[in-house]
């Protein structure tokens, strides 16, 4: 693989490494566990060993959302790195932003009566 994917997975793990110290939660080695069943492959890519694209695809896809990350929140160099390789973060809207449905329920009935005095 091409060291620009190195070097930015690199980056992503020793951001991801940070924010796992700093707000607690899974090792890199938890991770690679969970994502591709083999737990060295954060230790090997530091020893300079060579992972597929297949990997590379699976790991940015789980590295690449919010809520996978120690804080809920990938940190700027994580960013960088991933938009560095093609792969952005995903964004996501919060589960709790929605349109107040009274008000809606409310312009409806508004709007119906507007209309009926016309």
Same mark, same amino acid.
Do not use: C, K
């Given at each position: +693989? ?14 991801? %490494?940070? %924010? ?16 591709? $069943? @083999? !737990?060295?492959?954060?230790?090997? /890519?530091?020893?300079g ?5 297949a @990997?590379? %695809? *699976? ?6 959302d919010?809520? $996978?990350?120690? !804080?809920g +929140? ?11 390789? !093609?792969?952005?973060? /995903?964004?996501?809207t919060?589960? $709790?932003? *929605? /349109?107040? /449905?009274?008000?809606v ?9 507007? +209309?009926?005095?016309?």
């Amino acid at each position: +693989m091409d060291a620009a994917y190195d070097s930015a997975l690199r980056r992503i793990a020793d951001s991801y %490494e940070a %924010e796992a110290a700093r707000w607690g939660g899974r090792s890199l080695s938890r991770v690679s566990t969970i994502v591709l $069943n @083999n !737990g060295t492959f954060f230790d090997r /890519l530091r020893h300079g060993r060579t992972f597929t694209v297949a @990997n590379l %695809e *699976r790991i940015a896809a789980w590295l690449r959302d919010p809520a $996978n990350w120690p !804080g809920g +929140m990938i940190p700027d160099p994580a960013v960088l790195a991933l938009i560095s390789i !093609g792969r952005p973060p /995903l964004t996501h809207t919060p589960a $709790n932003w *929605r /349109l107040p /449905l009274p008000s809606v329920a409310y312009h409806r009935h508004h709007t119906s009566q507007a +209309m009926r005095q016309q």
